[in-house]
């Protein structure tokens, strides 16, 4: 018979203990399972925020002027 390699809940090991307790009451209160699916909500509404914006990359932005209505040729 072989044994099991003990089982380590990496996130509790790797949290503090504030924020644990802390993850341990948002899974409670929005009925969420596991650690890692908490995790995951959390860095969603964190990097997204709630309305669901995230600034979007600046490449490809023209620093000319900006022009409101139609161009008329003069």
Do not use: C, W
């Amino acid at each position: 018979m072989s044994r099991r390699s003990e089982f380590r809940n990496e996130v509790k090991t790797r949290l503090r203990d504030r924020a644990y307790d802390a993850l341990q009451l948002y899974k409670q209160v929005n009925g969420i399972e596991s650690d890692s699916a908490a995790l995951a909500r959390i860095a969603e509404q964190h990097l997204f925020g709630a309305v669901g914006t995230l600034p979007v990359a600046i490449g490809g932005v023209s620093d000319d002027l900006g022009h409101f209505g139609t161009t008329v040729a003069a």
